[in-house]
């Protein structure tokens, strides 16, 4: 059984940085694409950034472009999400999301499988 747990979220200035992180376990192998997406309140979930199996291949959501980074270690079956610059418009539940067996960059929400319960992210002005 695929479980996935985020952490890191918390209450953070304007300009503020944090990490979230999310841990894996139940993947039978590192070949599993992920991604994080967030959640404002009254809107959709979105997409913030995608990372293929072995971290060779990124993409990003024009608006955290070159603010955000997100990476993964496979030995110890973490994705993370590096946020720097962050500012009121991020605020939002973060979720991570993989998809077993597959080795691309994926951007969209359909494309996951799993899911976990998400971490909030509040960012003061």
């Known amino acids: 059984q695929v479980q996935l747990a985020e952490s890191g979220g918390q209450l953070v200035q304007d300009g503020g940085s944090l990490r979230l992180s999310c841990a894996t376990s139940?993947?039978?192998?590192?070949?599993?694409?992920a991604a994080w997406f967030r959640q404002a309140p009254g809107e959709e979930r979105k997409f913030v950034a995608a990372?293929?199996?072995?971290?060779?291949?990124?993409d990003y959501a024009d608006s955290v472009k070159g603010r955000y980074t997100i990476s993964r270690d496979n030995a110890k079956k973490m994705v993370y999400l590096q946020m720097n610059s962050l500012k009121p418009e991020d605020t939002a539940v973060y979720y991570c999301?993989?998809?077993?067996?597959?080795?691309?960059?994926?951007?969209?929400?359909?494309?996951?499988?799993?899911w976990g319960q998400g971490t909030q992210v509040t960012v003061s002005s």
């Open positions: 999301g993989v998809r077993p067996n597959n080795i691309e960059v994926l951007r969209t929400e359909e494309a996951y499988n799993y």
């Open positions: 139940g993947l039978t192998n590192d070949w599993y694409a």
């Open positions: 990372i293929n199996w072995n971290g060779g291949r990124t």
